[in-house]
């Protein structure tokens, strides 16, 4: 391979300062798509959960209030 003519047409086939932040941009935005999502998903298991000892928790009313009450969905109504 012919060093030379591989430099002129590619001027430089290091990473530059701009396409490393580019790079490093790119995967924060997916990790915080990932990080959204795995929250999402806890938030909605963690409903369906205090759903379930609401269900179960008759005996101890004030536990099923608590929980509610910290649950996001309601703390936008207030």
């Known amino acids: 391979m012919h060093t030379e003519e ?15 932040h580019q790079a490093e941009k790119l995967c924060y935005i997916s990790c915080r798509g990932e990080y959204k999502r795995q929250q999402s ?3 909605v ?3 369906k959960i ?4 609401a269900k179960t928790d008759q005996r101890q009313p004030q536990l099923a209030i608590m929980l509610k009450a910290r649950s996001p969905s309601n ?3 207030i």
């Open 6 to 20: 591989y430099k002129s047409t590619h001027p430089s086939s290091k990473p530059t300062r701009k396409n490393e």
């Open 41 to 43: 998903e806890l938030r």
């Open 45 to 47: 298991s963690g409903k």
């Open 50 to 53: 205090a759903h379930r000892q």
């Open 75 to 77: 703390q936008k109504q």
